[in-house]
């Protein structure tokens, strides 16, 4: 018994080394990879076109619609948009394993004030950004560096940390 105790625990450390190791790839100090994705009116964005001079700070949010987390963190990042209109910074959300006409009509009935991309069944972003659970979010300085990176949504103190974040930033 005592043995199976002592695996299982050693198993669990193992796997939370394995997962924060996945994690590091993509945290703060970390590159952020480049994409291009259809927007939801047709036009691309490409992420690196953002980064030249001058540059503007990125929130990218990968969510999907029927994500429960994502969905109470869209009214903060609604916000936040409203918040840093007018500022060198750009919130984009990428939606993921959905069709494009239920991101659309997803969008349109949460009033989400920022640019959305599709990318279907996570193709482009979800394999670059290692994508295992979301919605994933993170914030990238005006060189294309990753400077925030998290996994979840855990209320108004994500976003503070968010906001916080944005702030430094722009200074």
């Given at each position: 018994m005592k043995t199976k105790s002592i695996t299982v625990v050693a198993l669990v450390v193992l796997a939370g080394l394995v997962?924060?190791?996945?994690?590091?790839?993509?945290?703060?100090?970390?590159?952020?990879?480049?994409?291009?994705?259809?927007?939801?009116?047709?036009?691309?964005?490409?992420?690196?076109?953002?980064?030249k001079q001058p540059g503007k700070v990125v929130l990218?949010?990968?969510w999907a619609t029927w994500c429960g987390p994502c969905r109470s963190e869209i009214p903060y990042l609604i916000d936040l948009q409203k918040k840093y209109a007018g500022?060198?910074?750009?919130?984009?959300?990428?939606?993921?394993?959905?069709?494009?006409?239920?991101?659309?009509?997803?969008?349109?009935k949460m009033k989400i004030n920022y640019t959305i991309c599709h990318d279907p069944n996570a193709k482009a972003v979800g394999k670059s950004y290692d994508v295992q659970s979301i919605p994933a979010t993170y914030i990238i300085d005006k060189k294309g560096v990753?400077?925030?990176?998290?996994?979840?949504?855990?209320?108004?103190g994500d976003v503070a940390n968010m906001d916080r974040e944005i702030a430094s930033l722009l200074k």
């Open positions: 997962s924060s190791a996945v994690i590091a790839n993509l945290s703060a100090g970390t590159k952020a990879p480049n994409f291009s994705l259809p927007k939801l009116d047709g036009k691309t964005f490409t992420l690196k076109d953002n980064f990218l949010d990968i500022k060198p910074v750009m919130i984009v959300g990428v939606a993921i394993d959905e069709k494009k006409e239920t991101v659309q009509s997803f969008v349109k990753i400077r925030f990176a998290h996994r979840g949504f855990g209320g108004a």
